[in-house]
């Protein structure tokens, strides 16, 4: 994990739950301008909020966001335990 900007502390919907997939689906398809900022840099990006939901969409959308920017990445993915609350985290390795 070493390496990664962390884009997330920008928005308030950052450690939102979601209640509905098309909230989901719509929130994280509109941070694809965050991420291929850095994508297209060639850094590692990652995101990290209490929402798993985000999480599993993020795994699927960053291999398509990758082959459209003609990138190579592998996903890692990450739960952890900040102050009581689960926090779960995703974040990209340029291959």
């Given at each position: 994990m070493e390496n990664v900007k962390w884009i997330n502390g920008s928005h308030?919907?950052?450690?939102?739950?979601?209640?509905?997939?098309?909230?989901?689906?719509?929130?994280?398809?509109?941070?694809?301008?965050?991420?291929?900022?850095y994508l297209g840099n060639k850094n590692n990006v990652g995101y990290a909020t209490p929402d798993e939901k985000v999480i599993k969409y993020l795994a699927s959308l960053?291999?398509?966001?990758?082959?459209?920017?003609?990138?190579?990445?592998?996903?890692?993915?990450e739960k952890t335990e900040m102050n009581g609350q689960i926090?779960?985290?995703?974040?990209?390795?340029?291959l």
């Amino acid at each position: 994990m070493e390496n990664v900007k962390w884009i997330n502390g920008s928005h308030q919907e950052d450690n939102r739950i979601f209640d509905s997939e098309f909230e989901v689906k719509e929130w994280t398809e509109a941070l694809y301008p965050d991420f291929v900022a850095y994508l297209g840099n060639k850094n590692n990006v990652g995101y990290a909020t209490p929402d798993e939901k985000v999480i599993k969409y993020l795994a699927s959308l960053f291999p398509q966001w990758a082959v459209y920017n003609n990138m190579q990445i592998d996903v890692c993915t990450e739960k952890t335990e900040m102050n009581g609350q689960i926090i779960y985290k995703i974040w990209t390795v340029k291959l």
